[in-house]
């Protein structure tokens, strides 16, 4: 039953390290392919952007909760477009998630790096025209990567977390947690084999972007 779980009720809130308000707003049982998570939906006051979070357990007070920050990526994670390597590092992830008693999955919508899906669909058409991932953002007068995680610190702040191992190739998720207050006590890397089409890609995040491949 759902009364039975400690996340907090719906309505419950907080301010970020940014001014920015988080909400609780909803959630709900979500039996998957994996295995049966609870799904928690959150609203803010600075962007339309909704996000969720997919919960094993009760994370509440507990330390070292094994935890994934993913940004969306629509064609990796619903299409399964071999460009990238994210819509496996996804199922990675739930995965390993659903063999744990307690994790946590944060799903944000930051598409494209930040970008959003119709820019990333652009910088797409620069790649095929020789452009690496990120000269093709900054070609459309982007940084290389415009995530922040500010709503993603607060909404582990308001799940109760006392400190996470973070599932991630990327340190620049790993320093964007604990500048707003995570307490990251380990990070575990997500190793996925490269293809034909996503090699010269992952070759970029790692030399430009600084991902641990």
Known sequence: MLADILIPEPGASLETSTGHRVQLYSRARLPTSWGEFTIVAFTNSKDSHEHVALIRGEPSGQRGVPTR???ECLTGDVFHSRK?????QLDLAMQELARREVGILLYLR???RGIGLANKVRAYALQEQGLDTVQANQHLGFDDDLREYDIAAAMLH???????????NNPSKLEGLQRHGVLVEQRTPIRVAPNEHNLRYLDTKRAKSGHLL
Request: proline share 0%; net charge negative; glycine share 14%.
């Open 69 to 71: 920050l993913h940004s």
């Open 158 to 168: 308001l799940l109760g977390v006392r400190s996470i191992d973070l599932y991630t």
């Open 110 to 112: 930051q598409e494209g």
């Open 84 to 88: 990238c390597d994210c819509g496996e």
